[in-house]
């Protein structure tokens, strides 16, 4: 069967649709919760999000500043 | 060399690449829109990679005008004739770049109002089943959040992490576009405005068309208000020192 010629916009098209990328990986909401690795202990809000309140792992290393939903009192003192 | 053989061949050399052009764009207008809805990938990779190609191919055309202007067409030209065929390559030029902005005007990339509508939707059924991790209770979540945050229970008080998935995330690429969409009224006063009574006078509107926008996008993206009017700011400065409406 001869080949159809196709246009260049024809072509180009094909090509983008065609083209195989890095695939989109869909993660779907989920909540969690990091205890202390070192001693166990849950984390509360009133203790700050940068140490664990009973043995002072340190969770965060830098200092929290003022962000969207973080703000710097969620330092742990 | 014949001048008049010069205008003649340049004026059939610039018509047979418009119409070339010409072809491009009839085809890419109708291909555009098939690809940009075939392409369901999240960031439109597809569509936008046949958008670049076809301007790619504008631009080839715009470059071969412009170099056979230069090195074959101008030092070939005497007098009077040099105005003319400025003029020819100009028109030539302006015409083809018309072409290449309006190859993709009617094209709709992707229907923001049903994207906003599908990632609400599936953030409000995500975030029915969400239990703290810690007690069990439910978490109370008071606003939209389109990236991981801390929620407290407020129950037991255990920092719980919400990541609210690759589709929330999403809200903050079509944040503007979609603000935009719906302040197109606004918009089309500012363009009636600016070319009716020019770039100065238009400026109230313009800022009226923004503040629209900025409140939508304020509605869209809780919490990023003072970004908001950081980016409100910078368009206004653009607007009135360089003349530039983004």
Redesign the interface.
């Given at each position: 069967m001869a080949e159809k010629n196709i246009s260049l916009v024809e072509r180009i098209k094909q090509l983008a649709l065609e083209q195989k990328r890095e695939e989109f990986k869909v993660k779907e909401a989920n909540n969690s919760v990091k205890g202390c690795p070192q001693c166990g202990a849950g984390r509360a809000k009133q203790d700050g999000l940068t140490n664990c309140a009973y043995c002072g792992y340190e969770f965060i290393k830098v200092k929290l500043t003022d962000g969207i939903h973080i703000k710097k009192e969620d330092n742990s003192r | 060399m014949d001048n008049n053989t010069i205008t003649a061949r340049a004026t059939t050399f610039f018509k047979k690449m418009e119409a070339r052009a010409g072809e491009?764009m009839e085809?890419?207008k109708i291909?555009g829109q098939?690809?940009a809805d075939?392409?369901k990938?999240?960031?439109k990779?597809?569509?936008l990679?046949?958008k670049g190609?076809?301007i790619a191919?504008f631009t080839s055309i715009i470059q071969k005008g412009s170099t056979t202007f230069q090195t074959q067409v101008m030092p070939n030209a005497r007098g009077l004739e040099m105005i003319a065929l400025s003029q020819l390559y100009n028109d030539w030029n302006a015409k083809i770049v018309s072409m290449m902005n309006h190859a993709f005007e009617q094209v709709e990339e992707r229907n923001l109002e049903q994207e906003y509508a599908d990632i609400m939707e599936?953030?409000r059924l995500?975030?029915e089943k969400?239990?703290?991790?810690?007690c069990g209770a439910k978490?109370t979540m008071d606003k939209f959040?389109f990236?991981a945050?801390?929620?407290?229970c407020e129950f037991?008080?255990?920092?719980?992490?919400?990541?609210?998935?690759?589709?929330?995330r999403m809200m903050e690429h079509i944040a503007r576009p979609l603000a935009a969409s719906r302040c197109l009224k606004q918009y089309e006063r500012f363009l009636e405005e600016r070319s009716q009574s020019g770039r100065k006078a238009a400026a109230s509107a313009y800022e009226d068309y923004l503040k629209a926008m900025i409140q939508e996008m304020d509605n869209l993206l809780p919490?990023?208000s003072e970004q908001h009017q950081n980016f409100y700011e910078r368009m206004m400065n653009d607007y009135n020192k360089l003349g530039i409406a983004w």
């Open positions: - | 491009i085809e890419a291909s098939l690809v075939a392409d990938d999240p960031y990779r597809s569509y990679q046949f190609a076809i191919q599936s953030y995500a975030i969400f239990v703290c991790k810690q978490l959040y990236q945050s801390y929620i407290a037991c008080n255990t920092q719980n992490t919400f990541d609210p998935g690759s589709k929330a919490g990023l």
